[in-house]
């Protein structure tokens, strides 16, 4: 069965420094999408992604993040200037159609910042 | 806006049943999603509903009450392995269509 993979795993980065996750979605879905799980926490919505371009974005998405899709299959998440906030597990997520099809989730990348 | 709300845990034994209940207030409903998460894990789907009923799929049923801003998740004859987090997650019109999560329901299986 298709799936969703992120790299890498786990990243670890000192504060300050930038820092890209990346994501291979599956192949013939349309939509993208970036959540955060902070230890403990629930899964929260960062970013979804449609056409090449950003389709809604949550009040945690400011100027220090973006997204990207570089080529037909790679979608990356940028954070620019890491803070110690924003250590926590960062999942991938695309779907097909939007309407009754799941968002298929990634294992996620753990991001630890010192 | 939108309120997602279930409860933190649950206890439940092998062999069981279990009932687990979402509610949410949002403006733009267009329907509901169940997610299970292992720790450590990701996020994996079982079930969606957007119309009033029931929707079987094996040990796993859900339902939804549109009027009533309200879905259970119920799962028949527990195992162990699935000592899990419930997510509860609603797509809102109003949020382009994007899902968003209920804080999960950790619930524990015992022997």
């Known amino acids: 069965e298709p799936e969703v993979t992120q790299t890498p795993s786990h990243q670890v980065t000192q504060m300050g420094q930038e820092v890209i996750l990346r994501c291979v979605p599956i192949s013939n879905h349309l939509y993208f999408y970036w959540y955060r799980q902070i230890l403990g926490q629930k899964v929260e919505f960062l970013v979804s992604?449609?056409?090449?371009?950003?389709?809604?974005k949550s009040e945690i998405f400011d100027d220090q993040f973006s997204v990207e899709r570089p080529d037909g299959s790679n979608f990356t998440l940028k954070i620019r200037s890491t803070k110690l906030e924003d250590s926590a597990m960062y999942f991938c997520?695309?779907?097909?159609?939007?309407?009754?099809?799941?968002?298929?989730f990634g294992d996620g990348t753990r991001l630890s910042i010192l | 806006g939108q309120n997602i709300d279930q409860p933190t845990e649950m206890t439940a034994t092998e062999g069981a049943i279990v009932q687990i209940n979402c509610t949410y207030q949002?403006?733009?409903?267009?329907?509901l999603f169940w997610y299970q998460q292992h720790a450590g894990e990701a996020p994996t789907f079982l079930s969606y509903n957007v119309l009033d009923g029931l929707e079987e799929k094996g040990r796993f049923s859900s339902f939804l009450s549109r009027s009533k801003g309200y879905s259970y998740l119920l799962l028949k004859e527990l195992q162990m392995k699935d000592s899990a987090s419930y997510l509860c997650?609603?797509?809102?019109?109003?949020?382009?269509?994007?899902?968003?999560f209920g804080a999960g329901t950790r619930l524990t299986v015992k022997p």
């Open positions: 997520a695309s779907s097909d159609l939007w309407n009754n099809q799941p968002q298929h």
């Open positions: 949002t403006s733009g409903f267009n329907g």
């Open positions: 992604f449609y056409n090449n371009e950003i389709s809604e």
């Open positions: 997650a609603v797509r809102d019109e109003e949020n382009n269509n994007d899902m968003r």
